[in-house]
T-cell receptor, first 116, second 114 residues
């Protein structure tokens, strides 16, 4: 069965520290997509990145970077020089094809607290 | 920017009541979704719709139904609310399947069933 595991339930860091959020997935599909979403205290999930299974290049966007390793079925997310505004719950998700439709399987989420 | 609007941020209802949660999106997206979010479980898909009047069960449809009479509106219905349906409910919309376009979420409705 498709599955997404975010083993870290909560992480607490001090501002300016680097932090990595882990995501491990299981799938039988050869083509799939992985996503990261951020949920700040306001509640709305904000889309951060999508990666397809054929593109293993790492991606960097400002202080955010993502490391996709197909060999270990991992799609980890690193925040460099963390800031208080990064405090949120972060979800990793995997697309699953069911009967011609794609739906998302979410991990349980990692709550990140960045302290001043 | 895509805007997904959920009718209530907080809602308190009583056991046995019929509860309606409304969601509206303004980007003409074909697909709409209802999830519930519980601590330690992440988001779980209740129902989704890929077109007007069409619906598909997600992973946890029991106790829920949905309605999509217009493309922009997707309603979640708790036929007879129970305390185990106390949760955060999130609506999302997205473009057609196959492209794996990201889903866009509303702010959520925190529902308490007493």
């Amino acid at each position: 069965a498709q599955k997404v595991t975010q083993a870290q339930t909560e992480i607490s860091v001090v501002e300016k520290e680097d932090v990595t959020l882990d995501c491990v997935y299981e799938t039988r599909d050869t083509t799939y997509y992985l996503f990261w979403y951020k949920q700040p205290p306001s509640g709305e999930l904000v889309f951060l990145i999508r990666r397809n299974s054929f593109d293993e290049q790492n991606e960097i966007s400002g202080r955010y970077s993502w490391n996709f390793q197909k060999s270990t079925s991992s799609f980890n997310f690193t925040i460099t020089a963390s800031q208080v505004v990064d405090s949120a719950v972060y979800f990793c998700a995997l697309s699953e094809q069911v009967g011609g439709y794609n739906k998302l399987i979410f991990g349980a989420g990692t709550r990140l607290a960045v302290h001043p | 920017d895509v805007k997904v609007t959920q009718s209530s941020r907080y809602l308190v209802k009583r056991t046995g009541e019929k509860v309606f949660l409304e969601c509206v999106q303004d980007m003409d997206h074909e697909n709409m979704f209802w999830y519930r979010q519980d601590p330690g479980l992440g988001l779980r898909l209740i129902y989704f719709s890929y077109d007007v009047k069409m619906k598909e069960k997600g992973d946890i449809p029991e106790g829920y139904s949905v309605s999509r009479e217009k493309k922009e509106r997707f309603s979640l219905i708790l036929e007879s609310a129970s305390t185990n349906q106390t949760s955060m409910y999130l609506c999302a919309s997205g473009r057609e399947f196959g492209g794996n376009q990201p889903q866009h979420f509303g702010d959520g409705t925190r529902l308490s069933i007493l």
